[in-house]
């Protein structure tokens, strides 16, 4: 079941910072995006549970540094936030 993705305003402003600053990664972010849509725990995506306050939350890998969080409803991925993973834990 393909899942439909919605962006938080956040998350489309760390997203802009993130393409000016790491251009090569367009195709990697597309990719993951289709990934994400199609399996959100695709095994590729190393996708795991957020715990403490960020508790019903799960995050993934774009690269080594950057993951992306976001919440998952029955048929649609809201992403909250991109970046290291300082940034966003």
Not at 6 to 12: A, I, R, V
Not at 61 to 68: A, I, M, P
């Amino acid at each position: 079941m393909k899942r439909k993705i919605e962006y938080s305003p956040g998350y489309l402003r760390q997203a802009k910072k993130i393409a000016k600053k790491y251009p090569r990664l367009k195709k990697s972010y597309t990719e993951l995006l289709e990934k994400l849509s199609n399996n959100p725990f695709d095994p590729t995506l190393h996708t795991h549970p957020l715990k403490g306050n960020m508790e019903g939350k799960y995050a993934c890998s774009l690269t080594y540094e950057l993951r992306v969080v976001f919440k998952l409803y029955n048929d649609i991925i809201h992403l909250l936030d991109i970046g290291s993973h300082d940034e966003v834990y």
